[in-house]
C-alpha cells in the first residue's frame, strides 16, 4: 500500500460521506421487495488482496445481489467449459441495449452475446453441467459462498418477489429455447437465474468477490483459490464490456476498472493484482446502476489513481 490504513480509512469515510448528501435516482421498483429497501442506506467496502479490509458506513447490511450474481455463474461456466467454450455459445460483445432486452437478443438470431444480460445469463446456468435444478441451483450457490464467505445465503421473501413477477424473463427463455441457445429446460434456467440472484449479500461480501478476481481467482479471506487464473482475465474483459449495462463505455472511459453493478444497489470494481472496491446504496440511475456507489467508488479510484489504463 502507498498509504497507510488511517489514510485509507478517512478516503473510504469521505466518499462516503459525498455519497450521502447524493439524492439521485430511484429505488428498483419492478421487483416489490426492492422497492421497500431502504433508500438511505449507504456503504463502501475495500478488501486488498493480502486480506486487509476497509469499510465505512452500511457494510453489513444484507442486499439483493441481483445481476452482480452474473459474474458468479459466468466464472463457474468457464471452470467447467472453458472460456473459449462460453465465448462461442454465449458471447463477449455489449448489446448496447437494456439488460433485459428482448430486441438484443432478437437481432443476433437469439443468440445473447454476453453472460453479463439477463439472456445471457440464463444461458449461462443452463449451460453449467448439472443432474437437474436443485443440483445446478446448489452449485451457484456454493460458489457465489466461495467467491465471498458463507454468509451468502438464499432469501426465501426475494426469491418468491422475483419469481412472482419475472414473466418477461420466462419469455427470454423460450427465445433461446426455440433458438437452441437454451441448454436445458428454459423454465429452469429461469427459476434459478432467479434464485442466483436473491441471494442476500454485504458490501463486505461483494468487495470480497471483487479482490478473489483481483487476487488472481484466490479469495484473500479464506485463502482457497476459486478461479482458475486463465479464467480471470476474460472474466474481467466481460465485465469492462457489459457490467454497468449502456454506462460500461463511460464506466472504462471515466474510472477504467472492470466493475458489475446489480439493480439491488450494489456495485464492484475490479483493481487486478491489488484490491476491489465495493459501493452499496439502492437508489439506481435510469439504466440501474447505483447513483451514490458509481460516485463513491469513482472517487477512490480517482484519488488512488487506479484506472488500469493510466501508464502511472
Known amino acids: 500500500m502507498t ?25 428498483a421498483d419492478y421487483i416489490p421487495f426492492l422497492a421497500g429497501v431502504p433508500s438511505e442506506l449507504c456503504g463502501l467496502s475495500i478488501v486488498w488482496c493480502d486480506g486487509t479490509l476497509i469499510h465505512s458506513g452500511d457494510c453489513d447490511y444484507g442486499f439483493a445481489l441481483e445481476s452482480i450474481s452474473k459474474v458468479c455463474s459466468m466464472a463457474l461456466a468457464m471452470e467447467q467449459k472453458g472460456a473459449e467454450m462460453v465465448r462461442e455459445k454465449i458471447g463477449a460483445e455489449p448489446t448496447g441495449l437494456p439488460f433485459n432486452s428482448v430486441m438484443a437478443l432478437t437481432t443476433h438470431q437469439d443468440k445473447p452475446l454476453t453472460p453479463l444480460v439477463n439472456a445471457g445469463a440464463m444461458a449461462t446456468v443452463s449451460f453449467l453441467d448439472a443432474a437437474d435444478k436443485e443440483s445446478r441451483w446448489r452449485m451457484i450457490l456454493k460458489f457465489q459462498q466461495q467467491m465471498m464467505s458463507e454468509r451468502v445465503t438464499l432469501s426465501d421473501e ?13 419469455a427470454i427463455a423460450w427465445l433461446l429455447y426455440a433458438a437452441g441457445n437454451c441448454f436445458c429446460d428454459p423454465m429452469e434456467a429461469c427459476e434459478v437465474y432467479t434464485r442466483q440472484c436473491s441471494t442476500l449479500v454485504t458490501c463486505d461480501d461483494l468487495a470480497t468477490l471483487g479482490a478473489t478476481l483481483a487476487n488472481n481467482g484466490t479469495n484473500p479471506i479464506t485463502g482457497k483459490q476459486v478461479i482458475q487464473s486463465e479464467n480471470i482475465t476474460p472474466i474481467l474483459a466481460e465485465m469492462t464490456m457489459e457490467g454497468l449495462y449502456e454506462f460500461s463505455g463511460d464506466w472504462a472511459f471515466l474510472v477504467g476498472l472492470p466493475g458489475k453493478s446489480g439493480v439491488g444497489g450494489g456495485l464492484v470494481s475490479v483493481v487486478p493484482g491489488k484490491m476491489a472496491i465495493a459501493g452499496f446504496s439502492p437508489p439506481l440511475d435510469e439504466v440501474g446502476n ?16 487506479l484506472n488500469v489504463y493510466s501508464p502511472h
Not at 8 to 20: C, N
Not at 290 to 305: D, G, K, P
Open 290 to 305: 447505483s447513483v451514490r456507489a458509481m460516485r463513491m467508488i469513482r472517487h477512490v479510484a480517482n484519488q488512488l489513481n
Open 158 to 170: 426475494v426469491n418468491q418477489s422475483e419469481q412472482d413477477t419475472n414473466f418477461h424473463n420466462r
Open 3 to 27: 498509504y497507510s490504513k488511517d489514510q485509507l480509512q478517512a478516503l473510504v469515510d469521505e466518499a462516503v460521506t459525498m455519497g450521502r448528501q447524493c439524492h439521485d435516482g430511484a429505488n
